[in-house]
């Protein structure tokens, strides 16, 4: 691939993942429990991380959490994100190194470790470690959304595939 189709690649990816954020700020998903999210924009970082590679998976990550934070719930919320975001990047890139794993387990484990990032930094802004209560409520909710994240992101990956080896055989 170009460099600049490569550039124009990400480019699309931020954009889609940046509108599947504001999407997902648009549904009223309200089951009681405060701070669950579906994460649909974890859906392209994930394909990202299968079809382009780390470094440009990492970008279009950091880069979504940085304008929806700013845009959409504010700077405060950015160190949430990050520190959630960052943690999982890593775990599911090493996941999915190891091949062990398939999308949805990978998805699963990204978003059960996303809660465990929210809740140390949690934890240590509120000096209170009784926050850690929370996390299974967020674990479970995350296994939820993650086989969800994951499946889309398994049909995305799996027809992106056959589009590339077509280009690719002419």
């Known amino acids: 691939m170009s460099k600049s189709k490569k550039v124009a690649t990400i480019a699309l990816c931020i954009a889609l993942a940046f509108t599947l954020s504001?999407?997902?700020?648009?549904?009223?998903?309200?089951?009681?429990?405060?701070?669950?999210?579906?994460?649909l924009a974890n859906s392209v970082v994930l394909a990202a991380m299968y079809l382009l590679g780390k470094k440009e998976a990492f970008c279009i990550s950091m880069v979504r959490i940085l304008l929806a934070?700013?845009?959409?719930?504010?700077?405060?919320?950015?160190?949430?994100?990050?520190?959630?975001?960052?943690?999982?990047?890593?775990?599911?890139?090493?996941?999915?190194?190891?091949?062990?794993?398939?999308?949805?387990?990978?998805?699963?484990?990204?978003?059960?470790?996303?809660?465990?990032?929210?809740?140390?930094?949690?934890?240590?802004?509120?000096?209170?470690a009784q926050i850690v209560y929370y996390l299974p409520v967020l674990l479970v909710s995350g296994a939820v959304t993650g086989v969800l994240v994951g499946t889309v992101s398994g049909i995305v990956i799996a027809r992106l595939n056959n589009v590339i080896n077509k280009d690719m055989r002419g």
């Open 69 to 128: 934070g700013l845009i959409f719930s504010g700077a405060f919320s950015l160190v949430y994100s990050f520190a959630g975001g960052i943690m999982s990047f890593f775990v599911m890139l090493a996941a999915l190194k190891s091949e062990k794993l398939s999308v949805v387990g990978v998805s699963i484990l990204g978003a059960a470790v996303h809660n465990i990032g929210q809740i140390v930094v949690a934890a240590v802004v509120m000096n209170s």
């Open 22 to 39: 504001f999407l997902e700020s648009l549904i009223p998903f309200n089951i009681g429990i405060p701070g669950v999210k579906i994460g």
